[in-house]
């Protein structure tokens, strides 16, 4: 079964807004990541937060980790819309089965 | 590099044929997974290989074969095509096989008609 799931499933917003969007597991993790598919293509890794971290920044991006409530955030700040794409969160067991969750569909409009 | 490459890009298969789905990276990566990607459902694990010689199941194995005789390449198999395996496949590679910490390199993918 599928370890992460992703809120909202989907989500419109305008250029320049901030985006924002989570994820939930359910069993512990080394590490959590997230990755961006535009459409057609495939997913490209965006960062990797581990569980001794708490927060992670990557350019315009934003990560946090709650372990003890076993959940990420995922921050893009000031969007365009070369961000409209769909953002999957990964957990990672060391268990070599990177599980991912469904998804959430990010739209930025002009 | 070019990178994990997948071929074909499309195929429509009729109920119980077979096929194989081709992939190759050029990376060197020890590890390397076929991944489907269901509208709603993410992506599902079918097979993976941690090196030459070695494959286990995911979370999806049923009606998939893998075989990995060299590093380089990873094909996936369709024993009989069922119109349940209509879906985008897409092969990943990473690094190393010890596993944690190593983020996944992906094909563009292999979108599979089953009729």
């Known amino acids: 079964s599928q370890q992460g799931e992703e809120d909202p499933q989907a989500l419109s917003i305008q250029e320049g807004e901030n985006a924002t969007m989570n994820c939930s597991y359910k069993?512990?993790?080394?590490?959590l990541q997230w990755y961006r598919q535009n459409s057609g293509r495939g997913l490209v890794h965006l960062i990797l937060i581990r569980s001794n971290e708490r927060e992670k920044h990557s350019g315009r991006l934003r990560v946090t980790l709650d372990t003890s409530k076993k959940s990420s955030s995922l921050l893009i700040t000031a969007s365009r819309a070369a961000d409209t794409a769909s953002y999957f969160c990964?957990?990672?067991?060391?268990?070599?089965?990177?599980?991912f969750g469904a998804g959430t569909t990010v739209t930025v409009r002009a | 590099n070019a990178g994990v490459t997948q071929t074909p890009k499309f195929q429509v298969l009729k109920t119980g044929q077979s096929m194989t789905l081709q992939c190759a990276q050029d990376?060197?990566?020890?590890?390397m997974s076929w991944y489907r990607q269901d509208p709603g459902m993410g992506l599902r694990l079918i097979h993976y290989?941690?090196?030459?010689?070695?494959?286990d199941q995911g979370e999806v194995p049923n009606g998939y074969n893998v075989s990995r005789s060299t590093t380089e390449d990873f094909p996936l198999r369709l024993l009989s095509a069922a119109p349940s395996q209509t879906s985008v496949y897409f092969c990943a590679s990473r690094p190393g096989a010890g596993g944690a910490g190593e983020k996944l390199f992906f094909g563009s993918g292999t979108q599979l008609s089953v009729l």
């Open positions: 990964a957990t990672d067991k060391n268990d070599y089965k990177l599980s």
């Open positions: 990376m060197n990566h020890e590890y």
């Open positions: 069993t512990s993790i080394n590490n």
């Open positions: 290989s941690v090196g030459a010689g070695i494959t």
